[in-house]
T-cell receptor, first 115, second 113 residues
Framework: DQQVKQNSPSLSVQEGRISILNCDYTNSMFDYFLWYKKYPAEGPTFLISISSIKDKNEDGRFTVFLNKSAKHLSLHIVPSQPGDSAVYFC??????????????FGSGTQLTVLP | ETGVTQSPTHLIKTRGQQVTLRCSSQ?????VSWYQQALGQGPQFIFQ???????GRGNFPPRFSGLQFPNYSSELNVNALELDDSALYLC????????????FGEGSRLTVL
Protein backbone atom coordinates (compact mmCIF):
# COMPACT_ATOMS: atom_id res chain seq x y z
CA ASP A 1 0.00 0.00 0.00
CA GLN A 2 1.66 3.20 -1.22
CA GLN A 3 1.14 5.94 1.32
CA VAL A 4 2.81 8.56 -0.88
CA LYS A 5 2.01 8.62 -4.56
CA GLN A 6 3.47 10.52 -7.46
CA ASN A 7 1.21 9.58 -10.34
CA SER A 8 3.22 11.24 -13.09
CA PRO A 9 6.43 9.33 -13.80
CA SER A 10 7.64 12.06 -16.14
CA LEU A 11 7.07 15.72 -17.01
CA SER A 12 8.55 17.89 -19.77
CA VAL A 13 8.43 21.69 -19.75
CA GLN A 14 10.02 24.47 -21.73
CA GLU A 15 12.78 26.55 -20.19
CA GLY A 16 11.35 29.64 -18.49
CA ARG A 17 7.92 28.09 -17.97
CA ILE A 18 6.45 26.79 -14.72
CA SER A 19 6.97 23.17 -13.65
CA ILE A 20 4.31 21.70 -11.38
CA LEU A 21 4.99 18.38 -9.71
CA ASN A 22 2.22 16.71 -7.78
CA CYS A 23 2.08 14.32 -4.86
CA ASP A 24 -0.78 12.65 -2.97
CA TYR A 25 -0.70 10.92 0.38
CA THR A 26 -3.06 8.71 2.34
CA ASN A 27 -1.71 8.73 5.92
CA SER A 28 -3.35 11.51 7.92
CA MET A 29 -0.62 11.20 10.58
CA PHE A 30 1.98 12.71 8.26
CA ASP A 31 2.88 16.15 9.61
CA TYR A 32 5.97 17.13 7.65
CA PHE A 33 6.56 17.01 3.92
CA LEU A 34 9.70 17.34 1.86
CA TRP A 35 10.84 17.43 -1.74
CA TYR A 36 14.12 15.93 -2.83
CA LYS A 37 15.90 16.20 -6.17
CA LYS A 38 18.08 13.41 -7.51
CA TYR A 39 20.59 13.51 -10.34
CA PRO A 40 21.92 10.25 -11.82
CA ALA A 41 24.72 8.65 -9.77
CA GLU A 42 24.08 11.01 -6.85
CA GLY A 43 22.09 10.71 -3.66
CA PRO A 44 18.86 12.68 -3.21
CA THR A 45 19.37 16.33 -2.31
CA PHE A 46 16.96 18.16 -0.02
CA LEU A 47 15.08 20.91 -1.83
CA ILE A 48 12.29 22.32 0.30
CA SER A 49 9.94 21.27 3.08
CA ILE A 50 6.64 22.25 4.66
CA SER A 51 5.04 21.59 8.01
CA SER A 52 1.41 20.54 8.18
CA ILE A 53 0.57 23.76 10.05
CA LYS A 54 1.32 25.74 6.88
CA ASP A 55 -0.15 25.67 3.41
CA LYS A 56 2.71 27.30 1.51
CA ASN A 57 6.46 27.59 1.74
CA GLU A 58 8.64 29.46 -0.70
CA ASP A 59 12.38 29.39 -1.34
CA GLY A 60 13.58 31.30 -4.37
CA ARG A 61 12.23 29.66 -7.52
CA PHE A 62 10.69 26.80 -5.53
CA THR A 63 7.32 26.87 -3.80
CA VAL A 64 5.56 23.98 -2.10
CA PHE A 65 1.81 24.03 -1.54
CA LEU A 66 0.01 21.76 0.91
CA ASN A 67 -3.73 21.00 0.80
CA LYS A 68 -4.39 18.90 3.90
CA SER A 69 -8.07 18.33 3.24
CA ALA A 70 -7.21 16.85 -0.16
CA LYS A 71 -4.05 15.17 1.14
CA HIS A 72 -2.19 16.72 -1.75
CA LEU A 73 0.98 18.70 -2.16
CA SER A 74 2.67 20.23 -5.14
CA LEU A 75 6.04 21.72 -6.01
CA HIS A 76 6.16 24.72 -8.32
CA ILE A 77 9.38 25.71 -10.04
CA VAL A 78 9.34 29.15 -11.67
CA PRO A 79 11.07 29.78 -13.99
CA SER A 80 12.25 26.31 -14.93
CA GLN A 81 15.87 25.93 -16.00
CA PRO A 82 17.63 23.09 -17.85
CA GLY A 83 19.67 22.39 -14.69
CA ASP A 84 16.42 21.52 -12.93
CA SER A 85 16.17 18.35 -15.01
CA ALA A 86 16.27 15.54 -12.46
CA VAL A 87 14.07 13.05 -10.64
CA TYR A 88 11.96 14.74 -7.96
CA PHE A 89 10.81 12.74 -4.95
CA CYS A 90 8.03 13.74 -2.63
CA UNK A 91 8.46 12.48 0.95
CA UNK A 92 6.34 12.57 4.08
CA UNK A 93 7.19 12.13 7.70
CA UNK A 94 5.53 11.30 11.02
CA UNK A 95 6.78 10.68 14.51
CA UNK A 96 6.96 6.92 14.91
CA UNK A 97 7.67 4.80 17.96
CA UNK A 98 10.99 5.56 19.62
CA UNK A 99 10.80 9.19 18.46
CA UNK A 100 12.27 8.26 15.09
CA UNK A 101 11.16 10.24 12.10
CA UNK A 102 11.25 8.06 9.02
CA UNK A 103 10.56 9.38 5.56
CA UNK A 104 8.08 7.70 3.25
CA PHE A 105 8.91 8.48 -0.37
CA GLY A 106 6.89 8.54 -3.54
CA SER A 107 8.19 6.80 -6.64
CA GLY A 108 9.49 10.00 -8.21
CA THR A 109 8.81 12.20 -11.24
CA GLN A 110 11.44 12.69 -13.93
CA LEU A 111 11.42 16.37 -14.86
CA THR A 112 12.97 17.37 -18.16
CA VAL A 113 13.37 21.07 -18.90
CA LEU A 114 13.82 21.67 -22.60
CA PRO A 115 16.02 24.57 -23.74
CA GLU B 1 31.65 20.70 6.36
CA THR B 2 32.03 17.04 5.32
CA GLY B 3 28.97 15.46 3.74
CA VAL B 4 27.71 11.90 4.01
CA THR B 5 30.11 9.41 2.43
CA GLN B 6 29.43 5.77 1.61
CA SER B 7 31.56 2.81 0.60
CA PRO B 8 31.80 0.86 -1.57
CA THR B 9 30.06 2.66 -4.43
CA HIS B 10 29.42 -0.53 -6.39
CA LEU B 11 29.64 -4.21 -5.54
CA ILE B 12 28.51 -7.55 -6.89
CA LYS B 13 27.59 -10.51 -4.70
CA THR B 14 26.02 -13.89 -5.27
CA ARG B 15 22.85 -15.21 -3.70
CA GLY B 16 23.35 -16.44 -0.15
CA GLN B 17 26.40 -14.28 0.55
CA GLN B 18 26.65 -11.54 3.14
CA VAL B 19 27.47 -7.87 2.57
CA THR B 20 28.54 -4.93 4.73
CA LEU B 21 28.03 -1.36 3.58
CA ARG B 22 29.61 1.59 5.36
CA CYS B 23 28.64 5.18 5.94
CA SER B 24 30.21 8.26 7.52
CA SER B 25 27.69 10.80 8.75
CA GLN B 26 27.78 14.47 7.98
CA UNK B 27 29.81 16.39 10.55
CA UNK B 28 27.74 17.20 13.65
CA UNK B 29 24.97 14.70 12.85
CA UNK B 30 24.17 12.07 15.48
CA UNK B 31 21.40 10.20 13.69
CA VAL B 32 21.80 7.93 10.69
CA SER B 33 19.21 6.16 8.56
CA TRP B 34 19.45 3.58 5.81
CA TYR B 35 17.17 3.39 2.81
CA GLN B 36 16.84 0.89 -0.03
CA GLN B 37 16.00 2.20 -3.48
CA ALA B 38 14.99 -0.41 -6.03
CA LEU B 39 15.00 0.49 -9.72
CA GLY B 40 12.17 2.83 -10.63
CA GLN B 41 11.02 3.29 -7.06
CA GLY B 42 11.51 5.76 -4.28
CA PRO B 43 13.78 5.04 -1.31
CA GLN B 44 12.31 2.75 1.35
CA PHE B 45 13.18 3.14 5.02
CA ILE B 46 15.19 0.26 6.49
CA PHE B 47 16.11 1.55 9.96
CA GLN B 48 17.44 4.50 11.93
CA UNK B 49 20.17 4.68 14.59
CA UNK B 50 20.50 7.31 17.26
CA UNK B 51 23.32 7.25 19.80
CA UNK B 52 24.28 3.71 18.75
CA UNK B 53 20.76 2.33 19.30
CA UNK B 54 18.20 1.36 16.65
CA UNK B 55 15.18 3.59 17.27
CA GLY B 56 13.07 2.93 14.22
CA ARG B 57 12.69 0.15 11.67
CA GLY B 58 10.81 -0.27 8.43
CA ASN B 59 9.32 -3.41 6.93
CA PHE B 60 12.57 -5.32 6.39
CA PRO B 61 13.44 -8.81 7.68
CA PRO B 62 15.96 -9.40 10.50
CA ARG B 63 18.68 -10.38 8.03
CA PHE B 64 19.02 -6.63 7.52
CA SER B 65 20.95 -5.37 10.53
CA GLY B 66 23.01 -2.34 11.39
CA LEU B 67 25.45 -0.70 13.72
CA GLN B 68 26.26 2.85 14.69
CA PHE B 69 29.63 3.65 16.21
CA PRO B 70 30.60 6.30 18.81
CA ASN B 71 31.83 8.57 16.00
CA TYR B 72 28.32 8.27 14.47
CA SER B 73 29.52 6.30 11.44
CA SER B 74 27.36 3.32 10.56
CA GLU B 75 27.22 -0.07 8.88
CA LEU B 76 24.42 -1.91 7.12
CA ASN B 77 24.75 -5.69 7.07
CA VAL B 78 22.64 -7.96 4.91
CA ASN B 79 22.85 -11.72 5.38
CA ALA B 80 21.69 -14.50 3.08
CA LEU B 81 21.45 -12.21 0.07
CA GLU B 82 18.53 -12.66 -2.29
CA LEU B 83 18.19 -11.50 -5.88
CA ASP B 84 15.60 -8.90 -4.82
CA ASP B 85 18.18 -7.26 -2.56
CA SER B 86 19.75 -5.77 -5.68
CA ALA B 87 19.26 -2.04 -5.19
CA LEU B 88 20.87 1.27 -4.37
CA TYR B 89 21.44 1.52 -0.61
CA LEU B 90 21.37 5.07 0.67
CA CYS B 91 22.70 6.29 3.97
CA UNK B 92 21.38 9.55 5.36
CA UNK B 93 22.19 11.57 8.44
CA UNK B 94 20.52 14.34 10.34
CA UNK B 95 21.24 16.55 13.29
CA UNK B 96 18.63 15.04 15.61
CA UNK B 97 16.44 11.95 15.68
CA UNK B 98 13.14 13.78 15.60
CA UNK B 99 13.76 16.15 12.69
CA UNK B 100 12.66 15.38 9.17
CA UNK B 101 15.36 16.73 6.90
CA UNK B 102 17.86 14.09 5.82
CA UNK B 103 21.19 14.53 4.08
CA PHE B 104 21.96 11.61 1.78
CA GLY B 105 25.14 10.03 0.57
CA GLU B 106 25.62 8.95 -3.03
CA GLY B 107 24.68 5.37 -2.25
CA SER B 108 26.11 1.89 -2.66
CA ARG B 109 24.87 0.01 -5.71
CA LEU B 110 24.51 -3.68 -4.82
CA THR B 111 23.96 -6.31 -7.50
CA VAL B 112 23.08 -9.83 -6.39
CA LEU B 113 23.58 -12.55 -9.00
Amino acid sequence: DQQVKQNSPSLSVQEGRISILNCDYTNSMFDYFLWYKKYPAEGPTFLISISSIKDKNEDGRFTVFLNKSAKHLSLHIVPSQPGDSAVYFCAASEISSGSARQLTFGSGTQLTVLP
Amino acid sequence: ETGVTQSPTHLIKTRGQQVTLRCSSQSGHNTVSWYQQALGQGPQFIFQYYREEENGRGNFPPRFSGLQFPNYSSELNVNALELDDSALYLCASKAAANTGELFFGEGSRLTVL
